[in-house]
T-cell receptor
């Protein structure tokens, strides 16, 4: 019974490159949430997706960041032209339905921009 | 005003004592409340959730919810050094999209 799977666990990118973070939700879960966490800080909401739909992207920076959750395959968080300030842990969580249910987290991707 | 507020701590308690962690929220219509534990360098793991006013117990953990006061707490009985972690409170709001909003967490230290 696999949990939420994120890969890669660690990602190093040079400034200006693209970063692609992947998240496969738990079996039976069709709702995915992405969060960013800086050291010693809380989880900051980025985007909430359901299969083929972006439900809420109010936490996403206007530029360079995008997310998708296709009908088949994992959810992808894409960061174009990365800058040092993008270095953080990015966590994905999934839930089986919208509202009044628990969300479970993956192990996270730690992005380092050099 | 932050949507979900927690005292950052650290909260230090001796082994065997009761640790009390508190959280307040601003959205009066919030329906669901969650407590997660996060060890340093690890991902958040769900401890428990509560939807109704009152207490909910699960082993050594008790969640307490008071919607009128917009307050939710987590009690850890018989605290162990292994409970030392950051505890995150999350609230699911009613502003249409049902996303989980997290507080900044309270760091708990259980002293052996």
């Amino acid at each position: 019974n696999a949990g939420v799977m994120q890969n890669p666990r660690h990602l190093v990118r040079r400034r200006g490159q693209e970063a692609r973070l992947r998240c496969s939700p738990m079996k039976g879960h069709s709702h995915v949430y992405w969060y960013r966490q800086l050291p010693e800080e809380g989880l900051k909401f980025m985007v909430y997706l359901q299969k083929e739909n972006i439900i809420d992207e109010s936490g996403m920076p206007k530029e360079r960041f995008s997310a998708e959750f296709p009908k088949e395959g994992p959810s992808i968080l894409r960061i174009q032209q990365v800058v040092r300030g993008d270095s953080a842990a990015y966590f994905c969580a999934s839930s089986p339905q919208r509202g009044n249910t628990e969300a479970f987290f993956g192990q996270g991707t730690r992005l380092t921009v050099v | 005003q932050k949507e979900v507020e927690q005292n950052s701590g650290p909260l230090s308690v001796p082994e065997g004592a009761i640790a009390s962690l508190n959280c307040t929220y601003s959205d009066r219509g919030s329906q669901s409340f969650f407590w997660y534990r996060q060890y340093s360098g690890k991902s958040p793991e769900l401890i428990m959730f509560i939807y109704s006013n009152g207490d909910k117990e699960d082993g050594r953990f008790t969640a307490q919810l008071n919607k009128a006061s917009q307050y939710v707490s987590l009690l850890i009985r018989d605290s162990q050094p292994s409970d030392s972690a950051t505890y995150l409170c999350a609230v699911m709001g009613t502003s249409g999209t049902y996303k989980y909003i997290f507080g900044t967490g309270t760091r708990l230290k259980v002293l052996a």
